[in-house]
Every structure is written in structure tokens, then in C-alpha cells.
């Protein structure tokens, strides 16, 4: 199947400062990606989707100016969390839409995950 | 709004008997509904999909079913192994073309 990468799969940051979090989709070209938090023994909460070429577009309670997600090919998308603060710290988890267009059913991939600590 | 409700919650089964997750879900425009295994801190993967034109779909130890007019799916696993703990998240496809996750259910298979 189609693979989807996650870099890094561990951060520690310090409260106030930025982390970026990358996600490739290394053999496939993926026009939507989608970006999740995973809170301990919590479901995975759709935070927004990021489209090639255009602004994301994200969830409600989701704050855009925190969370700066950039779509600028169509094999990765990029997460920064800004200004981090401890309840930041969650597991970030991004997935990649194989197929072009709006037909639903088209496979999501996903990518490892990323453990983010901020102290 | 989108969402899908599941149940239940945490479920424990004896080795070798069955186990079902049900779902409920809002949209019905919905057409793809899979079903996902997720291990503690891992990627969630994939263990079944159904799609709306079927009722059902096998896949050795694991089915789905689909009611459209009600808007249930459920997970059927039988035969339960100790490896078969885990996870697992219903979803769909909403209209939306975004993948909505249920709250998960916790199984547990007692040896």
C-alpha cells in the first residue's frame, strides 16, 4: 500500500517556542492531507485539511493561527504549532488522501504520528 | 453536524468468542465506512472498509455490516485472538469528503 511519512516521530519543546511537524506522502501525489490530535485514550479529532496550492481549511475550535499548516506540493504538508504551552502536548497525526478530485471512498493513508511534550 | 457515536466504549471478550462495535452515524450522504485498528501510539491502520452499495463485506475473521436506512455499521470479529487487542475506530466518509472518526472502543480478549 501507499506509504505516508511523519517527521518527527518525538519532540520536546519548550514552552513559547515553535515545532514544525512534516508529512510526505513518498509514493503518491496526495492533493488533501489531513491533520489529527490525539489526546491519551481519546479519539482522533480532525483538526483541518490542507489543500495543495490553498489555504487550509480547519475545524471549529481550531485555532489557525496556532496551528500554521502549509500544503506547498503535492507530496507534503507541514504542521507548525506555535508558541507552544504544555496543553499543546498531544500525539499529531497526519493523513493523505490517494486520488485526485472529490470522489469520496478514495483510500486515507496515514502517517506515524508524532509525540509532542511541550515542558 | 458530522459525527458518528460508538459503542461500546471498552469491551472484553474470552478467547475465541466474538466480538461487535456498533456505530451510528449522522450524515446520510455518507457512501464509505471504514474501520480502523489502532495499537497504544500508533499510526491507525486499516482493517476493513464497506462501501454503501453493499450490506456486507468479509474479510477472514473480521465483517462489516452496513444498514443505510437506519445508518448503523458494525464491526464484527469471531474466533477473538490475544492479538486482536486493541483499538478500533469506526469512521466515514462524510459528504464533507473528510474522514470522521467514532470515540473508539477499547477490546480487551481474556486468555
Known amino acids: 500500500g501507499a506509504v505516508v511519512s511523519q517527521h518527527p516521530s518525538r519532540v520536546i519543546c519548550k514552552s513559547g517556542t515553535s515545532v514544525k511537524i512534516e508529512c510526505r506522502s513518498l509514493d503518491f501525489q496526495a492533493t488533501t492531507m489531513f491533520w489529527y490530535r490525539q489526546f491519551p485514550k481519546q479519539s482522533l479529532m480532525l483538526m483541518a485539511t490542507?489543500?495543495?496550492?490553498?489555504?487550509?481549511?480547519?475545524e471549529q475550535g481550531v485555532e489557525k493561527d496556532k496551528f500554521l499548516i502549509n500544503h506547498a506540493s503535492l507530496t507534503l504538508s507541514t504542521l507548525t504549532v506555535t508558541s507552544a504551552h504544555p496543553e499543546d502536548s498531544s500525539f499529531y497525526i497526519c493523513s493523505a488522501r490517494q486520488g485526485a478530485g472529490k470522489r469520496t471512498g478514495n483510500t486515507i493513508y496515514f502517517g506515524e504520528g508524532s509525540w509532542l511534550t511541550v515542558v | 453536524g458530522e459525527n458518528v457515536e460508538q459503542h461500546p466504549s471498552t469491551l472484553s471478550v474470552q478467547e475465541g468468542d466474538s466480538a461487535v462495535i456498533k456505530c451510528t452515524y449522522s450524515d446520510s450522504a455518507s457512501n464509505y465506512f471504514p474501520w480502523y485498528k489502532q495499537e497504544l501510539g500508533k499510526r491507525p491502520q486499516l482493517i476493513i472498509d464497506i462501501r454503501s452499495n453493499v450490506g456486507e463485506k468479509k474479510d477472514q475473521r473480521i465483517a462489516v455490516t452496513l444498514n443505510k436506512t437506519a445508518k448503523h455499521f458494525s464491526l464484527h470479529i469471531t474466533e477473538t485472538q490475544p492479538e486482536d487487542s486493541a483499538v478500533y475506530f469506526c469512521?466515514?466518509?462524510?459528504?464533507?469528503?473528510?474522514?470522521?472518526f467514532g470515540s473508539g472502543t477499547r477490546l480487551s480478549i481474556r486468555p
Open positions: 469512521a466515514f466518509y462524510s459528504s464533507a469528503s473528510k474522514i470522521i
Open positions: 490542507s489543500n495543495e496550492g490553498s489555504k487550509a481549511t480547519y
